[in-house]
């Protein structure tokens, strides 16, 4: 019996690992998705991405130099990136920090934009992703953008 307990430890601590590993690798793989999607134009594919009452927002700044948040409606989102040609919106991320809890998941991603292949502006997305009837869903975007030092 003694020698079974370290086992049964190390066992039990390797799957709770694993599910960890698993969970946050689910969680990419649906952001991953999300930019496969824009880049190949496909609406249907980004709509599935998101939750039903997901939102999005965009801080960035008015002509005085003020930072604001812009709120952008999902719909309008699919609807823009439907219409544009593939391969048109390419935003390349790094996974940053991923955590997960239980059905609740956040998410850093440092990005660089490029449309047609030219660089547009950088900034980096925080996503709140939600488990619903288990698949991971985005509820909740919101990035900067700016067009000049990417290292910040």
Request: glycine fraction near 6%; proline fraction near 3%.
């Amino acid at each position: 019996m003694k020698k079974i307990l370290p086992f049964l430890f190390i066992l039990l601590l390797n799957s709770s690992f694993s599910f960890g590993q698993l969970a946050t690798d689910s969680v990419k793989a649906t952001i991953s998705r999300l930019f496969e999607a824009m880049l190949e134009a496909d609406g249907n594919k980004l709509q599935s991405c998101f939750a039903d009452s997901a939102f999005l927002q965009t801080i960035t700044q008015d002509k005085a130099g003020n930072d604001i948040v812009q709120n952008n409606q999902v719909a309008s989102f699919v609807k823009q990136i439907s219409a544009i040609p593939k391969g048109l919106a390419d935003e390349r991320i790094v996974f940053g920090v991923v955590k997960v809890d239980g059905p609740l998941a956040m998410v850093w991603t440092p990005y660089q934009f490029f449309r047609n292949g030219v660089f547009s502006h950088c900034g980096v997305n925080s996503f709140q992703l939600v488990r619903l009837r288990n698949e991971w869903k985005i509820q909740y975007i919101i990035d900067t953008r700016r067009k000049g030092n990417c290292a910040e």
